[in-house]
């Protein structure tokens, strides 16, 4: 069973549209997060969220925002797309030993 | 300013030979620092973490240095094999933020 999974695993879209991407973990960890890779490879954190605090990074616009219904599940809703958008997402996990465990990416292309 | 370096160029490696990795840092002061590998089209995946008050970790063929004076991590990877061609990250950790490095590219060749 995948420990991490994510949908959709590509995303094509018009600019100025919203859409989610969902985001499950089977591996009991109480810490997920959303991170951001761009062109250039550099991995950025966009928000860590458990059930106590959702911290995000303040350089996110706030066009982007989490969503978890439960401990398991981290969506990422991106309201009026735009071009500087375009990447690859991806959801992770982690618990009390620090190591991220990380789905297998959603490629945002806005077109 | 705080930045993270590591090899920018990819590193092309003999099989069988050594790989070493370098990961720099400046103006940070990280607790526990830690190594990702990254194959195309796929997520990072953990390979070890190591503490400020650790020297040296290993796990099979991989070994990791921590050496807090002169702000840098090594990775080596002993043996290597072309399986072993893949990106591979560093990150800091500091108070559970993870701060990324842009990775090295390896290439192993057969």
């Known amino acids: 069973d995948t420990a991490v999974s994510q949908t959709p695993k590509y995303l094509v879209t018009q600019m100025g549209n919203d859409k989610s991407i969902k985001c499950e973990q089977n591996?009991?960890?109480?810490?997920m997060y959303w991170y951001k890779q761009d062109s250039k490879k550099f991995l950025k954190i966009m928000f860590s969220?458990?059930?106590?605090?959702?911290?995000i990074n303040e350089t996110v616009p706030n066009r982007f925002s989490p969503k978890s219904p439960d401990k398991a599940h981290l969506n990422l809703h991106i309201n009026s797309l735009e071009l500087g958008d375009s990447a690859v997402y991806f959801c992770?996990?982690?618990?009390?030993?620090?190591?991220?465990?990380f789905g297998p990416g959603t490629r945002l292309l806005v077109l | 300013s705080q930045k993270i370096e590591q090899n920018s160029e990819a590193l092309n490696i003999q099989e069988g030979k050594t790989a070493t990795l370098t990961c720099n840092y400046t103006?940070?002061?990280?607790?526990?620092l830690q190594w990702y590998r990254q194959d195309p089209g796929r997520g990072p995946v953990f390979l070890l973490l190591?503490?400020?008050n650790e020297k040296e970790k290993r796990k099979e063929r991989l070994k990791v240095t921590f050496d807090t004076t002169l702000k840098q991590s090594l990775f080596h990877i002993t043996a290597s094999q072309p399986a072993d061609s893949a990106t591979y990250l560093c990150?800091?950790?500091?108070?559970?933020?993870?701060?990324w490095g842009a990775g090295t590219k390896l290439i192993i060749k057969p």
């Open positions: 992770a996990s982690s618990l009390r030993e620090r190591a991220l465990y």
């Open positions: 591996l009991g960890h109480d810490t």
């Open positions: 969220y458990n059930n106590k605090e959702l911290i």
């Open positions: 103006n940070y002061s990280p607790a526990y």
């Open positions: 190591i503490r400020e």
């Open positions: 990150a800091l950790d500091i108070n559970y933020q993870l701060i």
